[in-house]
């Protein structure tokens, strides 16, 4: 075989165990996402902040190795960064307008 060859099969081998690695991770994940549920960790926002932690690691795992983020430059990286600011400050807009002496709570 041709040096070539036997480089790509390598690479392709190495790439195979980080997918099965990462879906591992990401099982393991919703397994602790499912134990987590079962236990009452003093208040419901204590219980929803654990949930959303473990949901943003396994989507950081998605986007970094499955979406191939981990490698890209520094573009991406940026549209991310918007990306996350969005979601943090429409996550903060919701966990707002759930108190119930906010100005936008109607009764």
């Not at 795992?61 to 573009?75: D, N, P, Q, T």
């Not at 991406?76 to 969005?86: D, G």
């Amino acid at each position: 075989m041709s040096e070539t060859h036997e480089h790509s099969i390598e690479d392709a081998k190495k790439h195979i165990r980080t997918y099965l690695i990462i879906g591992f991770a990401l099982m393991c994940g919703t397994a602790m996402t499912v134990w987590a549920s079962y236990i009452n960790f003093g208040s419901r926002e204590i219980n929803i902040a654990i949930a959303l932690l473990i949901a943003t690691v396994k989507s950081s795992l998605v986007a970094g190795f499955f979406m191939h983020l981990i490698s890209e430059r520094k573009m991406i990286y940026s549209v991310l960064a918007v990306t996350v600011f969005f979601f943090v400050a429409l996550m903060a807009l919701t966990v707002w307008s759930m108190d119930r002496g906010s100005i936008i709570h109607y009764q």
